[in-house]
């Protein structure tokens, strides 16, 4: 299987303590736990779903999503983990806002005529960790997040668990198995990184023996 993971620096593997790459981000240890399969990276550092960075444009998620299937194609999966730059000061940090950003990549994913005589992949949306309770305690807020961050954080699963729902779409809280550093709190360290890979990985054998 070819499986695409969609996702932002906790997906690339953004290390809160150097600001280096992690080795074994999930996306590489999935790979380990799935040999027989193709496992495509798509991480970029401050990717959004629908916000647009002024300083780097390219880091709107929804504004690549259609090259990003394109060039991968064909594809039996699309892993999305999105959601957590949205809550930076100066986004649109409305919940509703963002859940409409998240059924909008899956009616985009599920277009058929991006797929053409391939067909269309399944999708898993996965909510992300949470913007930790800690955040700014120790006086550095990483990347102009703040307290409101943390409280939307909290909002995202309950609202992407609706969407997907909605549209019979495989769902995985990250919050459920994996959790921030405090050396941020907001990249995930090595070891959750590790926790996270095995569940997407019992979540995709799951879908792949229900379809």
């Not at 959004?48 to 064909?74: V, Y």
């Not at 949306?125 to 006086?139: A, Q, Y």
């Amino acid at each position: 299987m070819r499986i695409l993971c969609i996702g932002d620096s906790n997906t690339w593997g953004y290390n809160p303590q150097n600001g280096l790459r992690h080795a074994n981000r999930w996306t590489k240890v999935l790979a380990t736990l799935m040999p027989e399969n193709e496992i495509i990276e798509e991480g970029l550092n401050g990717r959004t779903i629908l916000s647009k960075d002024l300083i780097i444009p390219e880091r709107c998620g929804i504004s690549a999503l259609k090259l990003l299937l394109m060039s991968h194609k064909p594809l039996d999966y699309v892993v999305v983990m999105l959601g957590t730059n949205e809550l930076k000061v100066g986004s649109n940090r409305n919940i509703n806002y963002i859940a409409d950003g998240i059924e909008e990549f899956i009616n985009i994913i599920n277009s058929k005529e991006l797929w053409q005589r391939f067909g269309i992949p399944k999708i898993l949306i996965i909510s992300p960790v949470l913007v930790r309770d800690e955040l700014g305690k120790n006086g550095n807020v990483f990347d102009n997040y703040d307290k409101e961050s943390v409280t939307i954080s909290k909002m995202l699963a309950p609202e992407f668990l609706k969407i997907c729902s909605k549209h019979d779409i495989s769902f995985l809280n990250a919050a459920d198995y994996a959790e921030a550093s405090l050396a941020d709190c907001i990249h995930m360290d090595e070891e959750n990184h590790k926790k996270l890979a095995v569940a997407i990985y019992k979540k995709l054998i799951e879908i792949d023996k229900n379809k």
